[in-house]
């Protein structure tokens, strides 16, 4: 989480084959790594509360995070995500994707959608959604980006451009 967090801060870097290979494997295997992950594209956090949000995902601190971050998202017009963490975030995602071993791509395609949907770049998304559904159609994070894009519900944060 540290490097994750140190690469989205840098213009530069990224990972190991092992170590993309790794983090496919860990955001399959632990769907609160997965979500660690995202938010931390969203917004800067601390090093503490990641691991809290990975480690204790149910605990209520981890549950109040992850709520708040979900509700800014779909409720916030003045919230709006680090779009350049963003971009890093899924620039690295695609490589991840990449270099997944079988059955491990979805989630991290997955979350590549969920950033591109963040992005307001819904057709991105919603191609990137159907490949991770493709991958594993019981991959609940690309259904839920796949009916956002389907049914025009847009990040809250793009109605203050649209006025």
């Not at 530069?12 to 170590?19: K, L, P, Q």
């Not at 149910?58 to 003045?78: N, P, Q, W």
């Not at 847009?154 to 451009?161: K, N, S």
Request: charged share 25%.
């Amino acid at each position: 989480m540290d490097r994750w967090n140190g690469l989205l801060s840098r213009d530069e870097g990224g990972f190991s084959h092992e170590e993309r290979v790794t983090l496919a494997v860990l955001m399959t295997e632990c769907l609160s790594m997965r979500d660690a992950l995202i938010l931390a594209s969203l917004r800067e956090m601390g090093g503490g509360e990641l691991h809290m949000l990975y480690a204790q995902p149910h605990s209520m601190e981890s549950a109040a995070v992850v709520m708040r971050e979900l509700s800014r998202a779909f409720k916030d017009a003045d919230y709006q995500p680090d779009t350049r963490r963003g971009e890093r975030a899924t620039a690295l995602l695609e490589s991840v994707t990449a270099d997944a071993p079988d059955g491990y791509e979805a989630q991290p395609m997955a979350s590549c959608a969920y950033l591109l949907w963040m992005a307001d770049r819904s057709t991105a998304a919603a191609v990137r959604a159907l490949k991770a559904l493709a991958l594993d159609d019981d991959c609940s994070l690309a259904s839920l980006v796949l009916a956002a894009s389907e049914h025009g519900i847009r990040p809250a944060w793009t109605e203050r451009r649209r006025h």
